[in-house]
Structure formats: structure tokens, C-alpha cells
């Protein structure tokens, strides 16, 4: 840690001569005010739209000439800076993240530029009903949580957004002790220490942000339906509930149950072979409860796209499917082979530096411990058909849920009821 209290994550990588940089703020769209919706996402993406001293042409040049690239990115509790350079090139690099988080410019034209663009998506995204079906589903679920909101807010919220809202939401959170920085490739950690010091050292440390609380979301009573009607061929249906944290210790349970019950890339599991494969009521089908979970509560969902007329059967086929791995054992071939794919596939999340360095993020802010790579196997291998049960008992309901479909308005279905 340096003395400003920046966190340090360092590890060496000698592999190949690069080096990754991962820059995070403990802050993002859970800290927006309800009528400023998007301000992180938008202060988070002008980080790179010019600084005090570079414009953004200035700064795509210098990382573009050695080959490098630098981006920023912004989710429901953090935002960051990335890059990636080769090693010779690290000094550049590290100049550059560290003028873009402590020096933005927050031009009028690049503030401009921005909600233009911020609006131009959130209307292309309207006229996709999965995502407003997705969108739909998160109001229902978490109600006046923050999580309820699109992390680059609402049309009328951008429309609203000005200089000093995205200056006063900066110079609130980007403080050094707000903040956690994660180096990995080529390069020694003595010396890398030196570096960072000379660029991060003299940044001013903030009033340090407690933690904010926040109303806790409660899982719904009942079933709360909602139909949007949506000019498109196929129907979107979103089914679920409120989930759990990432530190709920039924989590590497419910893991196993995901890919069991919902499935996984290289893992055919009960809905998809049931819905798609058998009955070939969708494309696309999927289930999981454990993938969304973070230091708020995830969610549990279970999305299908298929034709209007059959929305009726591919709920029925969720709510099956659901209470079927409430109340019986997953067999012990189903079991196997879920951590074997659960094990086999962890190893991936580990090829390059860029996501070694978001593990150290992750590692840190959730208390993993960093050799948790050693140890999740063991956490996937001690699970059992018993405890699968008993945690899709305890954490899956098929009498308390959301559920919204998008369709077109001859979509068939005798289970929505609207609420308000």
C-alpha cells in the first residue's frame, strides 16, 4: 500500500513482455442519485475523452504508437481504468492511467459528445426485447434498490446530467484510498513499486467514502408478472427471484446446481436439453442464480427466447424444472460431471495478465484470498447431491417470483398478470 492509501496488487509474469494495469475504484452505479442515474457510467467513459493536459486524439495516439490500449469500464459498485502495453512501454502507460483518473477534463463538447451517445444506445437498446425484457425484470425484482436501474441510467436522467454533477461524483470517489490498483506481466516488484510511487504517489488522498448503506432488497411475495408489447417475432421470458451475495457460504453449492439445473458453455444441462433439445421450444435457454452475486444480492433467473405461442410451455418447463431440483438429488453422473466442467474450465479464467490482474481486483474486495485458485477446487469437489438439495430448497421458489415477457402482441399466454 502506498502512504496515500492506494492498495497495491502486484504480481509478476514473465511469459511474455507485457504488462496489464487494472485501476478500481470502489464506486459505480449504485452511488448515483435516483435522478442522476448514469453519472458513473458517463464520468467513467470521459476519463478517456481528455485530460488536463491531453485531448483524446493526444491520448489515443501516444497508446496506439506502441501498440498499446487503455480503456475504462463501469459496473453497479465499481469503475476502472485497464491497460495494456508492452513492457518497455510501461512507463508511458502508467503516465497515461494516472492522468486520466486524477486529471479528467470534463470538456462541455466531450460531455455533449457523450450523452449523445448514451442516448443514441439507450434508444437502439429499446428495440430489443431482450433487453427490455431484462430491464423490466430488474424494476420488478429489486424495487427501489439501486439495482433496480440500468447502469447508464435512463433517457430522462442522461438528458439532465451536467458538468458538475460528473466533477462533484469524480472528486468524491477517485481518491487513492478509494481505490485499488492491479499490476501483473514482465516486469519486478521492487521496481515496480518505485514506479508507482513516482506516479500515484503524490495523489491526494480523499475523505476516505465509508461504506454507503443501502435498503436491502427483499425477495417479491408471489407472483408479479408484466407483459411488454415489442414489434418482433420470437417472445423473451425472464423468470426469477432475488438471489444471493458472493459470500453466502451455499455459494460453490449453488454453483454446482447452476450448471447442473441451468448450464454452461461445454456443459449440456437440464433446462437446455429439456426446453431446446427435446421439446425445441428455443435457440437460446439458460438458468443461474450464482453468476450476478456480489457484495448486494444477485439474482436468480431463468431466460428462454421462443416462439409467441409457446410461452405457456416454456414456463411450465422452467417451473418444472426448477421444483424437480428442489425436491429430488441430482444423480451422481450429473454431479460428476458438473465439477468436472466447473474445475476444468476455473484454469481459463487465468490465461492472460488482463485477467490475472481483475482476479487480484476480485480476490481482494471479496476476502478470496489470492490462493484461491489453489482452493476452489476443493470448495467445487466437497459438494454433495445432498447439499444441492437442501440449497435449492432454501435459495429457488416456484410460488414467489418475477416474471416478464417481450413479444409481440399476439404472444399467448394465460400466466401474466400485470402488476402496476
Same mark, same amino acid.
Given at each position: 500500500?502506498?502512504?496515500?492509501?492506494?492498495?497495491?496488487?502486484?504480481?509478476?509474469?514473465? &511469459?511474455?513482455?507485457?504488462?496489464?494495469?487494472?485501476?478500481?475504484?470502489?464506486?459505480?452505479?449504485?452511488?448515483?442519485? #435516483?435522478?442522476?442515474?448514469?453519472?458513473?457510467?458517463?464520468?467513467?467513459?470521459?476519463?478517456?475523452?481528455?485530460? *488536463?493536459?491531453?485531448?483524446?486524439?493526444?491520448?489515443?495516439?501516444?497508446?496506439?504508437?506502441?501498440?498499446?490500449?487503455?480503456?475504462?469500464?463501469?459496473?453497479?459498485?465499481?469503475?476502472?481504468?485497464?491497460?495494456?502495453?508492452? &513492457?518497455?512501454?510501461?512507463?508511458?502507460?502508467?503516465?497515461?492511467?494516472?492522468?486520466?483518473?486524477?486529471?479528467?477534463?470534463?470538456?462541455?463538447?466531450?460531455?455533449?459528445?457523450?450523452?449523445?451517445?448514451?442516448?443514441? $444506445?439507450?434508444?437502439?437498446?429499446?428495440?430489443?426485447? *431482450?433487453?427490455?425484457? +431484462?430491464? #423490466?425484470?430488474?424494476?420488478?425484482? /429489486?424495487?427501489?434498490?439501486?439495482?433496480?436501474?440500468?447502469?447508464? +441510467?435512463?433517457?430522462?436522467?442522461?438528458?439532465?446530467?451536467?458538468?458538475?454533477?460528473?466533477?462533484?461524483?469524480?472528486?468524491? /470517489?477517485?481518491?487513492?484510498?478509494?481505490?485499488?490498483?492491479?499490476?501483473? @506481466?514482465?516486469?519486478?516488484?521492487?521496481?515496480?513499486?518505485?514506479?508507482? $510511487?513516482?506516479?500515484?504517489?503524490?495523489?491526494?488522498?480523499?475523505?476516505?467514502?465509508?461504506?454507503?448503506?443501502?435498503?436491502?432488497? #427483499?425477495?417479491?411475495?408471489?407472483?408479479?408478472?408484466?407483459?411488454?408489447?415489442? =414489434?418482433?417475432?420470437?417472445?423473451?421470458?425472464?423468470? @426469477?427471484?432475488?438471489?444471493?451475495?458472493? %459470500?453466502?457460504? =451455499? !455459494?460453490?453449492?449453488?454453483?454446482?446446481?447452476? %450448471?447442473?439445473?441451468? @448450464?454452461?458453455?461445454?456443459?449440456?444441462?437440464?433446462?437446455?436439453?429439456?426446453?431446446?433439445?427435446? *421439446?425445441?421450444?428455443?435457440? &437460446?435457454?439458460?438458468?443461474?442464480?450464482?453468476?450476478?452475486?456480489?457484495?448486494?444480492?444477485?439474482?436468480?433467473?431463468?431466460?428462454?427466447?421462443?416462439?409467441?405461442?409457446?410461452?405457456?410451455?416454456?414456463?411450465?418447463? !422452467?417451473?418444472? $424444472?426448477?421444483?424437480?431440483?428442489?425436491?429430488?438429488?441430482?444423480?451422481? *453422473?450429473?454431479?460428476?460431471?458438473?465439477?468436472? /466442467?466447473?474445475?476444468?474450465?476455473?484454469?481459463?479464467?487465468?490465461?492472460?495478465?488482463?485477467?490475472?490482474?481483475?482476479?487480484?481486483?476480485?480476490? #481482494?474486495?471479496?476476502?478470496?484470498? !489470492?490462493?484461491?485458485?489453489?482452493?476452489?477446487?476443493?470448495?467445487?469437489?466437497?459438494?454433495?447431491?445432498?447439499?444441492?438439495?437442501?440449497?435449492?430448497?432454501?435459495?429457488?421458489?416456484?410460488? =414467489?417470483?418475477?416474471?416478464?415477457? %417481450? +413479444?409481440?402482441?399476439?404472444?399467448?399466454?394465460?400466466?401474466?398478470?400485470?402488476?402496476?
Amino acid at each position: 500500500m502506498l502512504r496515500n492509501g492506494l492498495r497495491l496488487l502486484l504480481v509478476e509474469n514473465h &511469459t511474455t513482455p507485457t504488462v496489464s494495469v487494472n485501476l478500481t475504484v470502489l464506486a459505480g452505479s449504485c452511488d448515483d442519485a #435516483e435522478d442522476l442515474a448514469g453519472t458513473a457510467m458517463m464520468a467513467s467513459r470521459l476519463l478517456e475523452e481528455g485530460t *488536463q493536459s491531453r485531448s483524446a486524439l493526444e491520448i489515443a495516439d501516444a497508446i496506439e504508437s506502441v501498440g498499446g490500449a487503455i480503456g475504462t469500464d463501469c459496473s453497479f459498485d465499481r469503475f476502472s481504468v485497464c491497460l495494456g502495453v508492452l &513492457t518497455k512501454d510501461i512507463d508511458l502507460g502508467l503516465g497515461l492511467v494516472g492522468d486520466l483518473i486524477r486529471n479528467p477534463a470534463f470538456s462541455t463538447d466531450s460531455i455533449g459528445n457523450e450523452r449523445d451517445r448514451t442516448l443514441a $444506445e439507450i434508444q437502439s437498446a429499446m428495440d430489443r426485447p *431482450q433487453v427490455v425484457a +431484462g430491464w #423490466e425484470f430488474n424494476e420488478l425484482v /429489486y424495487g427501489r434498490h439501486p439495482l433496480h436501474r440500468p447502469v447508464h +441510467g435512463y433517457a430522462e436522467t442522461i438528458a439532465g446530467l451536467r458538468r458538475e454533477h460528473l466533477t462533484a461524483f469524480h472528486g468524491k /470517489y477517485a481518491a487513492p484510498d478509494n481505490a485499488v490498483l492491479a499490476v501483473t @506481466g514482465d516486469f519486478s516488484v521492487d521496481e515496480m513499486k518505485d514506479r508507482l $510511487e513516482s506516479v500515484f504517489g503524490s495523489w491526494e488522498p480523499g475523505s476516505r467514502v465509508p461504506n454507503r448503506p443501502r435498503l436491502r432488497p #427483499e425477495r417479491t411475495a408471489g407472483v408479479r408478472s408484466r407483459f411488454v408489447g415489442q =414489434d418482433s417475432q420470437q417472445a423473451h421470458v425472464y423468470l @426469477g427471484h432475488l438471489g444471493i451475495e458472493r %459470500a453466502h457460504p =451455499d !455459494f460453490y453449492t449453488l454453483q454446482v446446481m447452476d %450448471a447442473i439445473l441451468g @448450464g454452461s458453455a461445454g456443459l449440456t444441462a437440464r433446462i437446455p436439453r429439456r426446453l431446446r433439445d427435446e *421439446q425445441g421450444l428455443a435457440y &437460446t435457454t439458460f438458468a443461474s442464480i450464482t453468476s450476478s452475486a456480489g457484495h448486494d444480492p444477485g439474482k436468480f433467473l431463468a431466460y428462454i427466447g421462443t416462439s409467441p405461442e409457446n410461452v405457456d410451455s416454456a414456463i411450465d418447463g !422452467f417451473i418444472s $424444472e426448477i421444483e424437480e431440483v428442489r425436491s429430488a438429488p441430482v444423480s451422481a *453422473q450429473e454431479l460428476a460431471d458438473a465439477k468436472a /466442467y466447473l474445475t476444468g474450465s476455473f484454469v481459463f479464467a487465468f490465461e492472460t495478465n488482463a485477467q490475472i490482474a481483475r482476479f487480484l481486483i476480485n480476490a #481482494e474486495l471479496f476476502g478470496l484470498g !489470492f490462493d484461491y485458485p489453489d482452493k476452489y477446487p476443493t470448495y467445487i469437489g466437497s459438494v454433495t447431491a445432498d447439499a444441492v438439495l437442501e440449497a435449492a430448497a432454501s435459495h429457488l421458489s416456484t410460488e =414467489d417470483y418475477v416474471l416478464v415477457v %417481450a +413479444g409481440p402482441e399476439s404472444t399467448v399466454s394465460g400466466r401474466i398478470h400485470p402488476v402496476d
